[in-house]
């Protein structure tokens, strides 16, 4: 196919250098935007006397036919095409004649292909939004189903305090809110068109960029036409907010396939998410959770190699740029596959609340519950820590728990025991008497649920 700049060319570009120059394999993702941004620029061309309503009309129906039958499998995507942008005006051209070659008036692919990855990825972190909502609710539903199951809370990954199972599920809810925070910010600043900017100094004939913006929903126009055609902060802003998506969803699979373990034996994730061994007969193994694991470092790679492509790029337009999208494109790409099988795979994940009781009655989980008692009756709280250490010591040595280590034994320690601290340091009084605000307490973890419902309301 001739290249639509050969006019400046005495010969033709090498074969292996057009392959390579190539976009089409990965940016014709967009054609339905650069197609709804090529029938908003023609309207307004013909608006603004650029070209006549006649050419407008001819424009429109070409490319609205490209559309269906893109759309219908009828028009394959022509390889052999540099890019997307110049696939469709070449057929639009091949259609209609010479007034396809009007389209392309006031107009640069520098400042269309910044249009139409624009579009393209609004649309992408709507997605992204609506599977991570989807999520936040099947993290409720567990929490909702599991606010009874005591479990060790852990910190360095020793046992530290009781919490209830669903006061920690909901530790993921609130991450997962914040990132629906983060999506929309970063779509925000997304959502200005960069049509009309040309190829970086703007235009001599009289457009009304605005007009196009509205056209296709944008909150306005960029300000600076060499910005509008140089700027990908977009990609990188959404790659980064992707990124820490993953980072929520890469520990809460942690956790799962820690929590899958024998040695843990908390929960079990449903046959429909896990798979065997070709070996080993025993196995149940939580693949999805560790392909999601594993995809996160995949997602970082996609951020930083996009920051790095940026990195020391003069203004405006470089070819660099190009290779924006199939890091962008794999980044939400990953993100929505992973969400979409995170929540099913969570919903489905049976809890054994027996187990989980089990582990947090082992490992003097209570033990800074006795020093409160102390402290309630009056000792300083670092000489009840300092005693209850002691404690401790003696219960290890002596093969006790502090549940079974005597009252008179308790009684060498500190007068200020009596026979109550067994209620005070039971599980279930450890959990419930947590009363502060954002606590694994009952009432705390009911409004926690309330609070996650009325955002998801
Ligand atoms: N395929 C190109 C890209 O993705 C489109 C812009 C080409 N502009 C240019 N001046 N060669 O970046």
Redesign the pocket.
């Known amino acids: 196919m001739e290249k639509m700049w050969a006019g400046r060319f005495l010969s033709a570009l090498d074969r292996q250098a057009d392959d390579f120059n190539s ?1 089409i394999h990965f ?1 014709s993702k967009m054609v339905k935007e650069d197609i709804e941004g090529s029938l908003a620029h023609a309207a307004m061309l013909a608006a603004r006397g650029i070209i006549t309503e006649a050419d407008r009309d001819a424009i429109t129906d070409g490319l609205l036919a490209i559309r269906e039958d893109i759309l219908s499998g009828k028009l394959p995507i022509d390889p052999a095409a540099e ?1 997307v ?1 110049m696939f469709v005006e070449a057929e639009l051209t091949h259609r209609i004649g010479e007034i396809g070659k009007r389209l392309h008036t006031a107009r640069s ?2 400042d269309q ?1 910044a249009l139409d990855l624009r579009m393209y990825l609004r649309n992408e972190a709507k997605e992204i939004r609506s599977s991570l909502l989807a999520l936040i609710g099947v993290i409720c539903d567990q929490a909702e189903a599991n606010t009874d199951a005591i479990m060790p809370g852990y910190t360095h990954l020793q046992r530290a305090q009781p919490v209830t199972f669903a006061h920690h599920l909901l530790a993921y809810a609130m991450m997962f809110i914040r990132d629906v925070g983060r999506l929309d910010d970063a779509v925000k600043r997304m959502n200005f068109s960069p049509l009309g900017s040309c190829a970086l100094a703007g235009t001599t004939y009289p457009t009304d960029r605005e007009m196009v913006a509205r056209a296709l929903g944008f909150d306005g126009i960029t300000q600076n036409s060499m910005d509008g055609v140089s700027d990908r902060d977009f990609c990188a802003e959404l790659l980064s907010v992707c990124s820490i998506i993953m980072m929520h969803l890469s520990r809460f699979s942690e956790e799962i396939i820690l929590w899958s373990s024998w040695e843990f034996g908390f929960v079990e994730l449903s046959d429909a998410y896990t798979t065997g061994s070709s070996i080993m007969p025993q196995k149940k193994n939580s693949d999805m959770a560790e392909l999601v694991r594993g995809k996160t470092g995949r997602v970082y790679g996609d951020l930083i190699g996009t920051l790095t492509m940026l990195k020391g790029l003069p203004l405006a ?1 470089n ?1 660099d ?2 290779e924006d ?1 199939e890091s962008v494109f794999d980044g939400v790409e990953t993100v929505q596959k992973c969400l979409s099988i995170f929540a099913p795979m969570l919903a489905t994940m049976k809890v054994k609340k027996d187990h989980m009781r089990q582990a947090a009655c082992a490992g003097f989980i209570n033990a800074t519950d006795l020093a409160d008692y102390l402290t309630k009756k009056g000792m300083p709280f670092r000489s009840a820590y300092k005693i209850v250490g002691g404690i401790v010591a003696a219960c290890i040595a002596s093969g006790h728990t502090l549940e079974t280590l005597p009252l008179e034994t308790y009684r060498t320690y500190s007068e200020l025991f009596e026979s109550d601290l067994f209620e005070e340091i039971s599980l279930d009084t450890c959990v419930k008497k947590r009363i502060s605000a954002g606590s694994t307490g009952p009432d705390s973890v009911a409004a926690q649920i309330a609070y996650v419902r009325a955002y998801l309301a």
């Open positions: 976009s940016d890019d942008h692919r520098n292909v337009y070819k740029m190009q999208k």
